[in-house]
């Protein structure tokens, strides 16, 4: 069907009728076609018979008398042929050699209605052109055995084919009467039972209509045809997925108006405070302090907006072939210069391989960042931080170990939870950075580990912000280890 016939948009009742119609049209027309045809096989046999009773009228009033074939051509031979559409007749009667007995000289023959290709009494229907009109003859042999040597006749009997045409017309217009009327039914009866079949769907659009605006709850499917179960059950999961949207919303501003709330009423206070001072060293020292607390604030903020974009409703499909060891390359030399403020060796071993995975670039970027600021924050001045990157039989492998004071084996599955800090824990932090790497792993099927660095003592203290205790005892360090799946082929060159 043409595309131009079914626009986009528009009415699915005319969608529905257009292909109900369209093909009924077309059947219509081949069996229009097909009666057209019967019409006309019809009148032919009708009129034949008319031509074969008037060729054995004639054949019945041929004689011979003196030896010579005497023809009496009776009236009703040809009366029979009268109709509102009076028709043309022609008669012939010929000997065997063609010599004319009777009739119309030139009435032209059929090669295969010759006395020769003819049997005693058989007769040949055949079309001819006549006059200016085409025309149906028969051709009828009569035996003669009166007189010896007075062989058979050829009687050909031709007439026009008005009649028949009329008669065909006729038979062709009530075949296109009743078709009509059919079609014409059929496109009632369809749209009778569109408005019927199409009232669950209109109801359904009501229901959805009359929902309030935060009423999100699944729409029931026992009561529904079985061809709308697919639309509402898609509609269905689209309505789950905006309930977890809503609900991620929801919980994100909670967190962050709670977490906010008492860091932004320190600042005002210190504000205040500073303001109240006369001695310029005072008000320096509460502006230092201040200023330190908007970082800690800040940087509050950025790792709430960090943890939203983490989600897996809010990161959708923006995934694309990376290079996983550059990206930790790229993070571990932009954390290097805070290394440096603090002392801290941080060193970084990769794999010059071209090993790549599909993920998101910017949550990569932001989990390597976060892991590399977790240990760099709880590891004491002259300690040590390493970053591995390497691919391995399970996927790609991403290790950052410090030997900073650990964390207790039974707070490691509590420090990801979002905003858990371990008691003790004198170093800055809001305890999001590994809530934040573990949605960010999850979100492209990965795992996490915690375990004791090698050669480490087992730790029983506090540990990094999302668990560590400033002042352990060194040696006790941590190893994070983080797999994610690799793609299925290398890429060419590595992709930022």
Same mark, same amino acid.
């Given at each position: ?67 010579? &074939? ?18 043309? !007749?022609?008669?012939? $009667? ?42 149906? !003859? ?16 050829? $009687?050909? &009997? ?12 006729? $038979? ?14 059929? !496109? ?77 009423? &320190? ?147 509590? &420090? ?19 809530? $934040? ?60």
């Amino acid at each position: 069907m043409p595309r131009s016939l079914l626009p986009r948009g528009g009415s699915l009742r005319l969608r529905l009728l257009l292909w109900m119609l369209l093909p009924l049209l077309a059947l219509a027309a081949v069996n229009l076609w097909q009666a057209q045809r019967g019409a006309r096989t019809a009148a032919d046999e009708a009129y034949d018979r008319i031509l074969l009773g008037s060729a054995l009228g004639i054949a019945d009033h041929t004689t011979v008398e003196d030896g010579a &074939v005497k023809v009496d051509i009776p009236y009703s031979a040809l009366e029979m042929f009268q109709s509102q559409f009076p028709d043309h !007749v022609y008669y012939r $009667i010929s000997h065997a050699d063609g010599r004319l007995i009777t009739g119309y000289q030139d009435l032209p023959a059929s090669p295969h209605a010759a006395l020769d290709k003819l049997g005693a009494h058989d007769s040949r229907f055949y079309e001819a052109f006549y006059k200016g009109e085409p025309i149906r !003859v028969i051709a009828y042999s009569k035996p003669l055995y009166a007189t010896a040597g007075v062989g058979p006749v050829l $009687i050909q &009997v031709g007439e026009t084919l008005r009649a028949r045409e009329e008669m065909t017309r006729e $038979i062709l217009a009530e075949s296109l009467r009743n078709q009509g009327l059919l079609v014409l039914a059929a !496109v009632t009866l369809a749209v009778v039972g569109m408005a019927r079949g199409l009232r669950p769907l209109m109801r359904l659009g009501e229901q959805v209509e009359a929902r309030r605006t935060d009423a999100l709850e699944p729409f029931d499917t026992r009561d529904v045809q079985s061809e709308l179960r697919p639309f509402i059950a898609a509609l269905n999961h689209h309505m789950a997925r905006l309930r977890d949207q809503f609900e991620l919303q929801r919980r994100f501003i909670a967190d962050a108006s709670h977490q906010l709330r008492t860091p932004l009423a &320190v600042l005002h206070t210190q504000a205040e405070h500073a303001l109240r001072q006369d001695d310029p060293a005072a008000m320096r020292a509460e502006v230092e302090l201040l200023l330190r607390r908007t970082r800690q604030t800040v940087r509050l903020a950025n790792q709430l907006l960090a943890l939203s974009r983490a989600q897996p409703e809010a990161t959708g499909r923006r995934q694309r072939p990376l290079a996983p060891a550059e990206i930790a390359r790229a993070a571990t030399l932009e954390l290097a210069p805070l290394a440096r403020r603090r002392r801290i060796d941080l060193g970084f071993e990769g794999d010059q391989d071209d090993a790549s995975l599909v993920g998101n670039a910017t949550l990569l970027h932001e989990m390597v960042v976060n892991l590399l600021d977790n240990a760099l924050r709880y590891t004491q001045e002259g300690g040590t931080v390493t970053v591995r990157a390497h691919a391995a039989a399970d996927g790609f492998v991403l290790e950052v170990e410090d030997d900073g004071p650990g964390i207790p084996a039974a707070e490691r599955d509590k &420090v990801f939870d979002r905003f858990y800090r371990i008691l003790g824990t004198e170093a800055d932090g809001c305890g999001l950075g590994l809530a $934040i790497v573990r949605e960010i792993v999850d979100r492209h099927g990965g795992r996490i580990e915690l375990l004791e660095a090698p050669g480490g003592a087992p730790s029983d203290g506090a540990g990094p912000e999302d668990g560590a205790a400033a002042g352990s005892p060194p040696g006790r360090g941590l190893l994070v280890r983080v797999t994610l799946p690799l793609a299925p082929t290398p890429l060419p060159a590595p992709l930022l």
